[in-house]
T-cell receptor, first 112, second 114 residues
Framework: DQQVKQNSPSLSVQEGRISILNCDYTNSMFDYFLWYKKYPAEGPTFLIS?????DKNEDGRFTVFLNKSAKHLSLHIVPSQPGDSAVYFC???????????FGRGTSLIVHP | GAGVSQTPSNKVTEKGKYVELRCDPISGHTALYWYRQSLGQGPEFLIY????????DSGLPNDRFFAVRPEGSVSTLKIQRTERGDSAVYLC????????????FGEGSRLTVL
C-alpha cells in the first residue's frame, strides 16, 4: 500500500522549458512534504520542502505547490537545465519521528 | 569528508552468508536512518535510531535483519542467512535532532546476493 505515489516514471523536457513533476499521497496525517534529487551512484539529496500549512514554497528555480484537498503536490523547475537530469523522489513525513516515506521516483531528462 | 560515509560501497555474497554494512553519520547528528532501495523503487524505510536506541524498527522485513548503534554514532546493519531477495542498495542517512524529514544520505552500499 503506497502512501506516496509518483505515477510518471519518466519525464523528458527541453532545456529552458518548465519541468513539472507530480506526486500524490493518501495519508492525511502527513505534516511535511519533501523533494529529493538523486544522481546515479549517489545517495538522494534534499532539494526543497513544504509544510502542510502552506500551499507554495519557492527556492530559486524550484517551486513546490501543495493542494491538500486533492492530496497532491508538484515540483516546478523553471528554467530546466541539463544538470537537472536526475531521479526526483517525492517524500512525506508526519509529526513524532518525521521519518520520510518515499515515492518510487520520476526520472527527469532535460535535453540541450 | 563531512558527509555520511558507508562501507563497503559494494558487497557480493552467496546465499546463506552473513553480511555487515557500516554507516558513519555526520558528526553531531543524533538521528540515523537505514533505508533499502530496490531496482525501480524508492527508498524503503528499515530502522531509525535516536541516539543509541532504535526508536522505530517497524521497517525491518524479518528477524534476519538487525541494526546497532552502540555509541550513538557509527551504526552497523547486520543481515543473517542472506537471500537473493535481499539484493538492493542499502542507504544510510542522518539528521539533526529536530528534523522534519530533511535527511543527509550516504552513497549507499550495493549488496548482491548470488
Amino acid at each position: 500500500d503506497q502512501q506516496v505515489k509518483q505515477n510518471s516514471p519518466s519525464l523528458s523536457v527541453q532545456e529552458g522549458r518548465i519541468s513539472i513533476l507530480n506526486c500524490d499521497y493518501t495519508n492525511s496525517m502527513f505534516d511535511y512534504f519533501l523533494w529529493y534529487k538523486k544522481y546515479p551512484a549517489e545517495g538522494p539529496t534534499f532539494l526543497i520542502s513544504i509544510s502542510s500549512i502552506k500551499d507554495k514554497n519557492e527556492d530559486g528555480r524550484f517551486t513546490v505547490f501543495l493542494n491538500k484537498s486533492a492530496k497532491h503536490l508538484s515540483l516546478h523547475i523553471v528554467p530546466s537545465q541539463p544538470g537537472d537530469s536526475a531521479v526526483y523522489f517525492c517524500a512525506a513525513s508526519r509529526g513524532g519521528s518525521y521519518i520520510p516515506t518515499f515515492g518510487r521516483g520520476t526520472s527527469l531528462i532535460v535535453h540541450p | 569528508g563531512a558527509g555520511v560515509s558507508q562501507t563497503p560501497s559494494n558487497k557480493v555474497t552467496e546465499k546463506g552468508k552473513y553480511v555487515e554494512l557500516r554507516c558513519d553519520p555526520i558528526s553531531g547528528h543524533t538521528a540515523l536512518y537505514w533505508y533499502r532501495q530496490s531496482l525501480g523503487q524508492g527508498p524503503e524505510f528499515l530502522i531509525y535510531f535516536q541516539g543509541t536506541g532504535a526508536a522505530d524498527d517497524s521497517g525491518l522485513p524479518n528477524d534476519r535483519f538487525f541494526a546497532v548503534r552502540p555509541e550513538g554514532s557509527v551504526s552497523t546493519l547486520k543481515i543473517q542467512r542472506t537471500e537473493r531477495g535481499d539484493s538492493a542498495v542499502y542507504l544510510c542517512a542522518s539528521s539533526p535532532l529536530l528534523s522534519t524529514g530533511e535527511l543527509f544520505f550516504g552513497e549507499g552500499s550495493r549488496l548482491t546476493v548470488l
